[in-house]
């Protein structure tokens, strides 16, 4: 099992920035690829940055050049942050952790409103 826990959210202003958290825990010796992904309501959960064991990265095109993924593998912690922030951003952001055997695990998710 893999516990995922998210933090940093909050409420900004537009071409403001948040930096969210997510902590692992467990056996996350099991995990290949860790990522963001975010929903809006009434919207569909969508991909935002995912990073490999490697450090390889990828980001969907709404925000690159925006968001930054990193992973602090010492402290089993990876980070997103955010820049320029855009309303089009308010989202509830969870943590996602890929495993090939045993498939997905979530966050609770940390709520991120873009908002003057």
């Known amino acids: 099992q893999v516990q995922l826990v998210e933090s940093g959210g909050g409420l900004v202003q537009p071409g403001g920035s948040l930096r969210l958290s997510c902590a692992a825990s467990?056996?996350?010796?099991?995990?290949?690829?860790m990522g963001w992904y975010r929903q809006a309501p009434g919207k569909q959960r969508e991909m935002v940055a995912r990073?490999?064991?490697?450090?390889?990265?990828t980001y969907a095109d709404s925000v690159s050049g925006r968001f930054t993924i990193s992973r602090d593998t010492a402290k089993n912690t990876m980070y997103l942050q955010l820049n320029s922030l855009r309303p089009e951003d308010t989202a509830v952001y969870y943590c996602?952790?890929?495993?090939?055997?045993?498939?997905?695990?979530w966050g609770q998710g940390t709520q991120v409103t873009v908002s003057s």
């Open positions: 996602n952790g890929q495993s090939g055997l045993f498939g997905n695990y």
């Open positions: 990073i490999t064991t490697k450090g390889i990265s």
């Open positions: 467990g056996s996350i010796e099991i995990i290949n690829v």
